[in-house]
């Protein structure tokens, strides 16, 4: 009788078999389950850093950019401050500034009422102050002020207003796979890349932002997000702003899926060679003695 024809058919060649492919299952099988975890734990925690230093990065990029426009401001306040009453009453009301900035005169009413009189005290010491107010639907207008004689706040004030792709940046020099949100006092959205997924952000965020953390969100997609708070309160006299970088969770884990994938095929393809070997040693090694059974 052919070995092909007896194998598993016999109770002791059925036992064998069954011996080996435990023994095989169970270490694959328990190995891939603690890889699998270690890999997952592994993948929070890099995803988890690397959102941490993303948010930190762009918030000192922020700062910078704010510093930037400060120079601007002072720039063309000690411009501006030279010139006589007749001159400045022929200036333009606006002037383009460097990197998209907008310089802009202004008279002391462009401050709101109800903080003029601190405002202007703040003007009169001669440092910087930023002001956010009502723009459109979708953002806040943000302007740095200066007075034009810090001595005689009523003269006239100069202003830099700071646009969308200033502070976030163009499409041409960010990473359009991450969104960016930053909120001011009353959780205001000032700059938005996605006014929506932002919007989404300050809903799944219950109660007050503490100074860094963590949200996820979404529902037919999911969102990781990463928020800092920049202080900004001594230096321009505003409420602090809040940084929130925002990445779909797809974009996140695609690496970290594609390498499960490939470890659980590598390791059913260690199961099913343990598992042919496993035949053909027991398949020459039982059929003579079936034979002989016989």
Known sequence: MSARG??????????????FLIFALL???????????RISDATDQQVSRVLENEVKNFSYLILERLEFAEQVL?????????????????????????KGLLVTLHSVDFLPATQRLKQVERLGE???????REGDALHQQVHLLTALHPEHVEEGL??????????LGTEETRDLSVDSCIFGGGETLLFATSTALCND??????????????????????????YR???????????????????????????????????MVTALGVILGLSLISIYFIRTRMAPLSNIME
Not at 127 to 132: G, H, N, P, S, T
Not at 158 to 167: G, H, I, N, P, T
Not at 230 to 251: A, R
């Open 126 to 132: 001669g440092r910087v102050l930023m002001l956010e």
């Open 6 to 19: 007896t194998f598993l058919h016999g109770k002791l060649t059925r036992r064998i078999f069954l011996i």
């Open 74 to 98: 002072d720039v063309y306040q000690d411009d501006l401050s030279s010139m006589s009453a007749e001159t400045l009453a022929q200036e333009p009301e606006t002037s383009p500034a460097q």
């Open 158 to 167: 100069v202003s830099v207003k700071l646009s969308l792709d200033y502070v």
């Open 229 to 263: 708070t920049l202080f900004l309160g001594y230096k321009f006299g505003v409420t602090n702003w809040t940084i929130v970088i925002i990445q779909p969770e797809h974009e996140i884990y695609q690496a970290a899926r594609v390498f499960k994938s490939n470890f």
């Open 201 to 226: 952000f300050l809903r799944a965020a219950t109660g007050t932002l503490s100074h860094k953390g963590a949200i996820a969100f979404g529902r037919d997609e999911a969102y990781f997000s990463r």
């Open 27 to 37: 270490p694959v099988s328990l190995l891939s389950w603690i890889a699998i975890g």
